[in-house]
Structure formats: C-alpha cells, structure tokens
C-alpha cells in the first residue's frame, strides 16, 4: 500500500526536551511538509521541502527544525525554543511542489 | 492577506438529504483548490482537487466547483449518510508553495 506513515501517534515531552516526529513515504513524491493543526485554527505550514537535501521555513518555523536526507523521509525535531508545541502535526507530501497533497495520520504531541 | 473562510462552522442534517458545503478566498489567482475530510482524531483524506482552468470536478456522490471570480467553492454530497459525518476543510493552493486552509465545517448526518 502507497501512503504517509507518521509515528507515534501520541508523543509526550517533558519541558526543555526535544523530541523528533518521524514521516516516511513510499509515494515517490519529490516534495513534502510539516503542518501544525491547533483547535479553531486552521493548519499551518512549518516546513516544507521540495526535493533532498533541501528544505524551507514555513510561516511558524520557530522552534522547529528537519533534514531531508532521503526522499522518502522528512523527520520533524520540536525543540525546547518551541514555546507552545501541544498541537497535532501532519505530515503531507505531493508529486513536486503545488500539485495535490496527501496526508499521514498525525502525531498529537503534548507537553507534561 | 490571502485566506480561506468556511461556513458555516457546524452543519446538521437528516440522513439521504443533499448538502452543500462552502468555501470563500480573498484572492482569485488560484493554482488549485482542494477539498479533505477529516474524522476525529485522524489525517487528512483528500476528496476532490480542482485546478485553477476547471469548474468542477466529480468523484461518486461528491462534486466540487469552483468560481475564481467571485472567490468561491462548493462541496455537494448527494444522498447523505450517517458515514459521511466528519470535518470538511478547504484548502486553497495561491501558488506559494503552501495550502492555505479555512478552519472546517463539522458535518453530521442524522440516522
């Protein structure tokens, strides 16, 4: 089956920890990105990355940071910058840049 | 500022009724426009993408259209039912690099 996998589903951080959100595709898709999803808000673009080795801030990149080493994986670190993380991330990805995006399942990461 | 604006935020309706779901952007230059569904606690399931040069698009009991004059979409589902209760977002490509997204409508279909 071709899709997104995001994990874990739930992931919980102390404060001043980081913590890494993982995103693996096997559709062969050049490009990929992070969003932020927080209740009333609509989704927010953090990073994203059209081809390896390559990678741009989104609108709310602060606090965030990715690599992307391979084109089927695009890991999100939270860092301990990151002053309100308690959100649910999605992972997308999509042929190139611009065409239709799909989507993981999400991870709901929450600070204890 | 571009944005994209679904309303309203909840929507109620009787199981095998026809629904229309709405979606309005600020600004007419387009790339694409796609619309998603999501249940609770879940991803993103892309229903329908329409491409700025096309009206509408159709997959099954759903049919997109799109009016860039006025800066306007649609999301029709014919003969609802009970399974197609979940949030409908909007999102709306302007050409940079990112989809802007409304905030949804809640959709629920009573048995």
């Known amino acids: ?112 | 500022k571009q944005e994209v604006t679904q309303i309203p935020a909840a929507l109620s309706v009787p199981e095998g009724e026809n629904l229309v779901l709405n979606c309005s952007f600020t600004d007419s230059a387009i790339y694409n426009l796609q619309w998603f569904r999501q249940d609770p606690g879940k991803g993103l399931t892309s229903l329908l993408l329409i491409q700025s040069s096309q009206r509408e698009q159709t997959s099954g009991r759903l049919n997109a259209s799109l009016d860039k004059s006025s800066g306007r979409s649609t999301l029709y589902i014919a003969a609802s039912q009970p399974g197609d209760s979940a949030t409908y977002l909007c999102a709306v490509n302007f050409g940079n690099e990112k989809l802007t997204f409304g905030t949804g409508t809640r959709l629920t279909i009573i048995p």
């Open chain 1, 1 to 112: 089956d071709g899709g997104i996998t995001q994990s874990p589903k739930y992931l919980f951080r102390k404060e001043g920890q980081n913590v890494t959100l993982s995103c693996e595709q096997n559709l062969n898709h050049d490009a990929m990105y992070w969003y932020r999803q927080d209740p009333g808000q609509g989704l927010r673009l953090i990073y994203y990355s059209q081809i390896v080795n390559d990678f741009q801030k989104g609108d709310i990149a602060e606090g965030y940071s990715v690599s992307r080493e391979k084109k089927e994986s695009f890991p999100l670190t939270v860092t301990s910058a990151q002053k309100n993380p308690t959100a649910f991330y999605l992972c997308a990805s999509s042929r190139r840049l611009n065409t239709e995006a799909f989507f993981g399942q999400g991870t709901r990461l929450t600070v204890v």
